[in-house]
């Protein structure tokens, strides 16, 4: 039998090497992880990884030039999809940073954590970009947690969240310092606002049940 192919998309913004290396140690026996750039590999792939790193205009602009845009939406729009930090962000409508347009696979924006609400319970300033191991808060079940507890910790590195408009999307939340969306879904589409690939035995745990996932909720 066949292994499945799980292909992550390279468009040169993304932690490429720790997202590869992370699914290879997960995916044993059950898929071939495929780093590409290539719009037709992606196209063919069972299975696609969106991640980004760095700003949202840098990420969109690569996206666009590659000729990726459209291989990744269409990919959203078919089979298990997986989007990891700014790739998770690329998915809305909107962001803040540079007042751009995004993909628009989920409705809502991407904003920037607001500078008069930065101050934990003690008075004490938060630094942004938020950055470190948080809480994440289980808002509704969904079979890429499956063996992941309620509160467990992942690792964050960001200066801006999404905000999505529609309640149901929400599947995880955290609090910096307030509650806020860090993970979204629908249909085939799971995306996360943390790093999975380092995230310790938890994160690779949600890497291991992608690749076991059949695109339900």
Same mark, same amino acid.
């Given at each position: 039998?066949?292994?499945? /192919?799980?292909?992550?998309?390279?468009? %040169?913004?993304?932690?490429? !090497?720790?997202?590869?290396?992370?699914?290879? =140690?997960?995916?044993?026996?059950?898929?071939?992880?495929?780093?590409?750039?290539?719009?037709?590999?992606?196209?063919?792939?069972?299975?696609?990884?969106?991640?980004?790193?760095?700003?949202?205009? &840098?990420?969109?602009?690569?996206?666009?030039?590659?000729?990726?845009?459209?291989?990744?939406? &269409?990919?959203?729009?078919?089979?298990?999809?997986? %989007?990891?930090?700014?790739?998770?962000?690329?998915?809305?409508? !909107?962001?803040?940073?540079?007042?751009?347009?995004?993909?628009?696979?989920?409705?809502? /924006?991407?904003?920037?954590? #607001?500078?008069?609400?930065?101050?934990?319970?003690?008075?004490? /300033?938060?630094?942004?970009?938020?950055?470190?191991?948080?809480?994440?808060?289980?808002?509704?079940?969904?079979?890429?947690?499956?063996?992941?507890?309620?509160?467990?910790?992942?690792?964050?590195?960001? =200066?801006? !969240?999404?905000?999505?408009?529609?309640?149901?999307?929400?599947?995880?939340?955290?609090?910096?310092?307030?509650?806020?969306?860090?993970?979204?879904? #629908?249909?085939?589409?799971?995306?996360?606002?943390?790093?999975?690939?380092?995230?310790?035995?938890?994160?690779?745990?949600?890497?291991?049940?992608?690749?076991?996932?059949?695109?339900?909720?």
């Amino acid at each position: 039998m066949s292994k499945q /192919k799980i292909a992550i998309v390279d468009y %040169g913004m993304g932690n490429l !090497h720790s997202v590869t290396k992370a699914f290879e =140690s997960v995916a044993a026996e059950h898929a071939e992880i495929i780093l590409t750039a290539d719009p037709a590999v992606v196209a063919s792939a069972d299975k696609v990884v969106f991640p980004g790193q760095g700003a949202m205009p &840098d990420c969109m602009r690569e996206l666009e030039a590659s000729g990726l845009k459209q291989a990744v939406l &269409d990919a959203a729009a078919s089979k298990p999809f997986l %989007g990891i930090c700014v790739g998770a962000q690329l998915l809305f409508e !909107h962001s803040e940073e540079s007042d751009m347009d995004c993909l628009g696979v989920f409705k809502g /924006k991407v904003i920037k954590f #607001k500078p008069e609400n930065m101050f934990d319970a003690n008075g004490q /300033k938060l630094k942004v970009p938020h950055m470190g191991w948080n809480e994440m808060f289980i808002v509704q079940d969904h079979p890429l947690w499956a063996g992941i507890s309620d509160t467990e910790r992942f690792y964050f590195v960001h =200066s801006y !969240h999404f905000a999505p408009t529609e309640p149901h999307d929400t599947i995880l939340e955290t609090g910096y310092p307030n509650r806020f969306a860090v993970a979204i879904a #629908k249909d085939n589409i799971f995306a996360i606002q943390c790093h999975p690939e380092k995230s310790s035995t938890a994160g690779l745990q949600l890497l291991k049940n992608f690749v076991l996932w059949n695109g339900l909720q």
